[in-house]
């Protein structure tokens, strides 16, 4: 008898063939409806400098981000981690726009686009802007060492001309990287909320890093408006891998013998992991909404309750002598500590011999402040308005950052043998001073 054929359409299926057979047409239908959903989607990229730590953290399920980004002052510690994550996290360019180029060790990833260029510089600050979708300005004169005409150049006409750039290219968002010394008085700052700080604009502002700072922010937040949205992040004494200012100037000075406890040492202090920081950032961008309570406004993100015992503090000196040792060096608890009123006395001696030799010393009346006072804030406003939480806690971070120093500073710093002490900074601080200070007198 001949062979009799059945249509495959109307013979019965078994039950693991029909199985298959929904499960296939299942697929092609999701991949016609929702086509992010197809074996085509973009595969996630880590950059290359990651640490165990930072690659957890990186691998977490994280909100989308903007196609454009332009970070300013990308080249440094934290921006250049934040530009990193940008693109981890899937931003398809990245435009990093800094005074310096980027280090040998910078991400070369196609996604991410190194522009050399001066923030003072309006020209070219209105090209750099141009078709972001967010702007992340981090470009900063940082810390007590620069020369004091720089920091208003580049903290606050810097600020005005992102600002200024970003309404004439039509960019509606800028997340503004600030710092909580905008509103420090000198008084202990002990576990405050940012509503329960002085407000801007202060009287009287303890050194011109603060004031500039603060003073960039205000006309920020001037400009802000449902067509323009604009909000300040800040952290609070950021660490971490590749830190070049907060952990290598301490250690120096530790390695020397010279480092001691000052005061008492027992004063109350928050950080910020730079992975919780730049985590806060970009975050801080998906609340830009012309409705939001979070425009103009300023928030403070730090390591949380991740601190020793679940507090949202540790004890400064007790944590900083953890990576002293570590070094090999001895335990600042074993010296003499310094007293406040020697040192502050001491600071000012400093301050009259630096103008006369045309020298920077560490030890300031502003440091001698910072070291001595409480400084933590609770951060449950950022956890609130910003849905915000630590992605690396502060015990592992902190112990990673120290086996990290062991591995690549510490050798360096034998090596050199640099007699620090208290004049002087650490030589990855100072390049970048010189360069900005050489640029600023081009252009006067």
């Not at 939480?389 to 902190?398: C, L, M, V």
């Amino acid at each position: 008898m001949p062979k009799r054929e059945t249509n495959i359409a109307t013979r019965p299926m078994r039950a693991p063939t029909l199985l298959r057979y929904i499960i296939i047409t299942a697929t092609c239908i999701s991949a016609k409806t929702f086509p992010s959903m197809t074996m085509n989607s973009p595969t996630k990229v880590y950059a290359p400098t990651n640490t165990a730590l930072q690659l957890k953290a990186a691998k977490q399920e994280h909100p989308p981000v903007p196609r454009v980004c332009v970070v300013t002052g990308g080249t440094g510690f934290v921006g250049l981690r934040l530009v990193e994550m940008l693109v981890e996290r899937g931003a398809e360019r990245v435009i990093v726009f800094d005074i310096v180029p980027p280090p040998d060790n910078a991400w070369k990833h196609p996604n991410i686009e190194w522009r050399i260029g001066d923030i003072t510089d309006k020209e070219a600050v209105d090209e750099v802007v141009k078709g972001a979708d967010c702007v992340w300005h981090n470009a900063a004169a940082v810390g007590p060492f620069h020369p004091k005409d720089l920091y208003f150049k580049v903290n606050h006409q810097g600020t005005l001309n992102i600002i200024d750039a970003c309404k004439a290219a039509g960019v509606k968002k800028v997340v503004m990287s600030s710092s909580p010394s905008t509103r420090f008085t000198g008084a202990d700052v002990d576990g405050l909320t940012e509503d329960e700080m002085p407000t801007l604009p202060l009287k009287k502002y303890l050194q011109t890093y603060a004031e500039t700072k603060a003073s960039g922010e205000l006309a920020m937040r001037e400009a802000c408006s449902p067509g323009f949205m604009t909000i300040a992040v800040a952290p609070h004494q950021v660490y971490g891998p590749r830190d070049n200012l907060f952990l290598p100037n301490l250690l120096e000075t530790a390695g020397t013998g010279r480092l001691r406890v000052f005061g008492k040492g027992m004063n109350r202090n928050c950080w910020t992991h730079v992975d919780n920081y730049c985590h806060g950032l970009i975050i801080a961008e998906r609340t830009l909404k012309p409705d939001s309570p979070t425009l103009g406004k300023f928030y403070i993100v730090t390591d949380g309750k991740t601190h020793p015992d679940g507090n949202q503090y540790l004890y400064f000196w007790k944590v900083l002598d953890e990576a002293v040792v570590a070094m090999g060096f001895d335990s600042l608890w074993s010296k003499a500590h310094y007293p406040e009123a020697f040192l502050y006395f001491f600071a000012y001696v400093c301050k009259f011999v630096g103008m006369l030799i045309g020298s920077t010393f560490k030890l300031n009346w502003f440091n001698v402040r910072v070291l001595t006072m409480h400084r933590w804030f609770d951060i449950s406003a950022a956890a609130k308005d910003l849905d915000y939480e630590p992605i690396i806690g502060f015990r592992e971070g902190w112990n990673e950052t120290i086996e990290v120093f062991k591995e690549s500073w510490l050798p360096n710093f034998i090596k050199n043998q640099k007699r620090a002490g208290w004049a002087n900074i650490s030589h990855g601080s100072q390049v970048k001073i010189d360069i900005q200070a050489k640029e600023m007198k081009k252009q006067q």
